[in-house]
């Protein structure tokens, strides 16, 4: 019999591919993970300091303080589950780095109080996960 150059199917290794990493601009100053350097997000996306103050609030994660993000990249998002979070009840998802999979926040899916309602579709990222990338001088 002939020998075949490929191996039994049986014996193929099935690989995952890997997730796509998005690259944000090195013309803008970047949030990146601090675990792995994929981008998170972008300077432009960090809700102002100055709305914050106006909502009398400063973020906080499990590991202490947080920034409050418009739109993230490279960010996979868990089941969302309600939680009593400082500012009262939400329905929030995990969200972790596509790349290394750490924890990084969560996702606001739902807020329950009307004053709360702008965090809706924004992300909490804790700073012990990130880094400052690109023009931070």
Not at 59 to 72: C, D, I, K, T
């Amino acid at each position: 019999p002939e020998l075949s150059e490929e191996p039994p199917a049986e014996m193929v290794k099935m690989t995952k591919s890997k997730t796509f990493q998005a690259y944000l601009p090195n013309c803008h100053r970047t949030y990146s993970c601090i675990h792995c350097r994929a981008h998170l997000a972008n300077h432009d996306e960090l809700i102002s300091k100055a709305m914050l103050f106006f909502f009398m609030q400063s973020f906080q994660g499990s590991q202490g303080r947080a920034y409050l993000f418009n739109s993230v990249v490279n960010v996979g998002c868990g089941p969302a589950e309600e939680r009593v979070l400082l500012t009262g009840l939400h329905a929030v998802a995990d969200i972790y780095c596509e790349n290394c999979k750490t924890t990084l926040g969560w996702k606001y899916e739902h807020a329950f109080e009307s004053s709360q309602k702008y965090k809706e579709g924004k992300f909490i990222i804790e700073l012990a996960h990130m880094i400052k990338d690109n023009g931070w001088e």
